[in-house]
């Protein structure tokens, strides 16, 4: 780890490139050691080829070698694979009954208009509700963290209605929507919509389990 930490700083100084100054003081207030450990941390670096080291005129010269530098594209690939896993998200989840607020609020011309221009789909006038399993729960945290297609909210005559966000997704290859409304009576629950009455279409029933591939 610290390893990485001092290529980080040399590439950021342009140590990939050039040579650049770099003396033991500054490298052990950097890390947060001492001087004589730092010294150590540079000759270890310059030992197992990861740098490669010059005299200059007022401080040593510091260039990260071709060994350096595969081990930040490394570092580098694995943040990619992490962030690139994270833009899609699957949640398994049991079919429930709603209360029937889904289908009250997907007839509202203010947030039925929205879905249709941004998902490209005129919705249901209902929701699939899955309920998910609290080993999931991390995942709505997610959704919540994620910016998602933002649905504004509007008032209608003396009601506002809150904004919320959604979610392209697909349930068994069928293209759909998550709905994460900013305020929610449920804390377990994940709200489907489609352009197809989804328990008809797929032969659902309460108690069955279902898997949404959700895209951030």
Known sequence: MENLRVLKHLAIMGGLRNFVPLSS?????????????????????????????RLGAKKPLIKITKKGLGLLQKEYAEYQRMFEALKKLSV?????????????????KGY?????RKLRFSPYEGTLNLRISPGESSK????????????????DGERTFGPGKCFPAKIRNMDCAVIVPNRSHYSDVVEVISKDYLREKLKLRDGDEVEVEIRL
């Open 140 to 155: 709505l945290n997610i959704l919540k963290e994620s910016s998602g297609i933002t649905i504004d909210g509007f008032q």
């Open 25 to 53: 003081g500054e490298l052990a207030k950097m890390l947060g050691i001492s001087q004589q450990s730092a010294s150590k941390k540079i000759l270890e670096l310059i030992d197992n080829g990861i740098i490669e080291r």
């Open 112 to 116: 039925k208009d929205q879905l249709k």
């Open 92 to 108: 398994k989840g049991v079919v429930i009954s709603g209360m029937g607020e889904g289908r009250y609020y997907l007839t509202l």
